[in-house]
């Protein structure tokens, strides 16, 4: 029980402290989006640790929203729905064409997180994003199939290209 109140606890902060930078980042960079760095590690962190680890995106979304702005209510509300967002992510009905993620991650690396993302859907295609240039996050001067990269910074309509060309590319046995 003390594992799992302790892996509850680091989710929720984790996803606090990414759902604090997405909106510092989204107050100085009018593209970017506050809600990318605390999805995406939502729907990481169900796909790693599986459904038992709700409760810490519950309470790290409560937590996020009720130091911002609004009500308790709108606070509850909100984390009620990225939690359900988080879930159905995980679901092995859903459609999930690619993973956009950093290479660096607190907990886990994005490889790792690749890896485990492609064991349970093996079509899934991988994008990391990295301001680490590209020969410091490739192994053996390539990267795993299925898996490209991009550098940031990156304009919207660069990524927008590159995760259509990646969507569009043909996958491994097709």
């Keep these: 029980m003390a594992a799992y109140l302790a892996a509850v606890s680091g989710v929720a902060l984790t996803y606090f402290i990414l759902a604090k930078l997405g909106l510092t980042l989204a107050s100085v960079n009018p593209s970017a989006t506050p809600v990318w760095p605390p999805t995406g590690f939502a729907l990481a962190a169900l796909l790693i640790w599986g459904h038992r680890l709700f409760p810490a995106i519950l309470i790290g979304a409560f937590a996020a929203n009720a130091t911002t702005a609004g009500t308790l209510a709108t606070s509850a509300a909100i984390a ?79 990524l927008a290209a590159r995760i259509r060309d990646l969507l569009d590319a043909p996958t491994a046995d097709a």
């Excluded at 729905?81 to 064409?97: W, Y």
């Excluded at 859907?121 to 990391?128: A, N, W």
């Design 80 to 158: 009620v729905g990225n939690s359900l967002e988080a879930i159905v992510g995980k679901q092995d009905d859903v459609r999930i064409d690619l993973v956009l993620s950093d290479i660096v991650l607190p907990g886990i690396n994005g490889r790792e997180l690749a890896r485990q993302a492609q064991a349970l859907r093996p079509d899934l295609k991988i994008l990391f994003m990295t301001g680490y240039s590209r020969n410091a996050v490739i192994h053996q001067g390539r990267l795993d199939p299925g898996v490209e990269m991009i550098q940031k910074p990156v304009t919207q309509a660069t």
